[in-house]
């Protein structure tokens, strides 16, 4: 379909838009460099000013935008909301503690004075995904423009209309032309992006196939990247939980943005002595979810966000279930209506061989294994290949201590909701990734790490 706004909730084409061209493309990357060269040097003050001001207008017009969202990849609208407004909170959260993060650090050596100071590097280049459309960018954009960066967007092809009211918005908010463009083009274009000598970094949020892809034409480039890829999360409950507490956790984990995140539980590991009443109370919880139009503010899961991925989850259930998994709610495709609808599933029962011990599934299903013991259950957790969140469920501090410290993850949660938060860095090892976003730690990827020595 090229780059256009599908509702996936009916599957009409609402708008489709042109990609750039390699003239148009040209100019984007002039007006970067160009506004990188005055940009870097403007007072802190003014950049939160209007960074503030960024969050002003996303809450000012929080509906509008989650109008957008859920238009383009269906997430129920009370989900958007929230997304427009902690995107907001991204943007004060950096606007009150860049000048903090950035301050010159003073280091011992031989010197008379010594320091590290932090330097921004220039235009960053952030290829980033539908699933969360406003959060994805403003939580790079937010560290990046702080810093002293200049940012190039290419959104995912079918969210174009959020992409341009991202821009739109740092442009009413006072930020300097130049200084955020997004730019609509295909992924047939990145790599000739990366390879231009004004841009000096990237950073990606995605399927592991194009985290790939981004870091190896930005490595033959010799640039910096940070990806954010997938994840096969486990949600473990172990004999001591709070069992009402997890189960309703447990839905929000796997149910957040139609169960289309890459830090949503997936993999739900329960120990044998309470694993029948959670499966009991988590099947009568995905019962009770509505299913529908996700404009609606009393929807709960609403359309996938392509017909692919509709096509993908099924496939995966339907290969479980063929070598024996069982289906205790869900399980097909909804054909009752138009769009990209899944029901809630839970798959329970399942043998080993099957996509769900090898493959992250992204989309409403959540997976039960049955385990005997914290022992068990860490050897399972890390039995994948990816490490992106880890939710845990005991009382027990001894267990607790084993799980933070064993968990092969860039986050473990214990007792709650994994989650991203401003003020924690954000990110994952083995095939989720490499690299931090937020906190401290997020807004020193992109920067200059520069060593001064004065005698």
């Known amino acids: 379909m090229g780059i256009a706004t599908v509702n996936p909730a009916t599957g009409e084409l609402v708008k489709s838009f042109d990609a750039l061209t390699d003239e148009e493309i040209e100019v ?16 802190m003050e003014k950049k939160s000013e209007w960074m503030n001001r960024a969050a002003d207008i996303l809450e000012r017009d929080a509906k509008r ?25 991204v943007c004060r959260f950096y606007a009150e503690k860049a000048a903090e993060f950035l301050a010159d650090l003073p280091a011992e050596s031989d010197a008379s004075r010594s320091f590290v100071r932090y330097q921004p590097i220039g235009p960053v280049l952030a290829v980033m995904p539908w699933n969360f459309p406003f959060w994805q960018v403003f939580r790079f954009a937010a560290p990046a423009l702080m810093a002293g960066n200049v940012g190039l967007l290419k959104h995912a092809s079918n969210v174009p209309q959020c992409a341009l009211a991202v821009a739109e918005i740092f442009r009413e908010a006072g930020f300097p032309e130049g200084a955020f463009q997004t730019l609509l083009v295909g992924a047939s274009q990145v790599a000739q992006i990366v390879a231009d000598d004004r841009i000096k970094a990237a950073t990606l949020t995605g399927s592991e196939p194009a985290g790939a892809s981004l870091a190896a034409q930005a490595g033959k480039n010799l640039k910096k990247t940070v990806l954010e890829l997938g994840g096969s999360d486990p949600f473990i409950v172990l004999e001591s939980a709070d069992l009402e507490a997890a189960v309703e956790t447990a839905v929000t984990a796997r ?15 329960l120990d044998e002595a309470i694993a029948g009443e959670f499966q009991q109370k988590l099947v009568e919880k995905f019962q009770a979810l509505k299913v529908g139009d996700p404009m609606l503010p009393d929807t709960d899961v609403g359309p996938l966000a392509t017909p692919g991925i509709l096509e993908d989850i099924d496939k995966q259930v339907q290969a479980c279930r063929a070598k024996g998994a069982k289906a205790l709610t869900g399980g097909q495709r909804l054909s009752d209506r138009p769009g990209n609808f899944y029901p809630p599933t839970i798959l329970a029962d399942i043998p080993r061989g099957t996509p769900a011990y090898e493959e992250e599934f992204f989309g409403p299903v959540a997976l039960l294994f049955r385990v005997r013991g914290i022992d068990e259950a860490i050897e399972l957790a890390n039995s994948t290949s990816f490490g992106l969140g880890a939710s845990a469920w005991t009382t027990d501090a001894a267990e607790q201590d084993r799980l933070t410290l064993e968990l092969e993850a860039g986050a473990v949660f214990i007792n709650g909701l994994v989650k991203s938060d401003p003020r924690l860095p954000f990110g994952g090892i083995k095939r989720s ?23």
């Not at 989650?66 to 909170?89: C, D, F, H, R, Y």
């Not at 149910?255 to 590991?269: H, T, Y």
């Open 28 to 43: 984007c990357l002039e007006t970067a460099a160009k506004a990188s060269v005055s940009y870097r040097y403007l007072p």
């Open 65 to 89: 935008f989650a109008k957008i969202m859920t238009l383009e990849m269906g997430k129920p609208i009370k989900g958007a909301i929230a997304e427009v407004k902690k995107s907001a909170w």
């Open 255 to 269: 149910m957040l943005n139609n169960g289309q995140s890459c830090i949503a539980a997936k993999r739900f590991i």
């Open 433 to 455: 990734g490499y690299g931090r976003e937020l906190s401290i730690q997020g807004i020193h990827e992109f920067v200059n790490v520069k060593t001064v020595w004065i005698k």
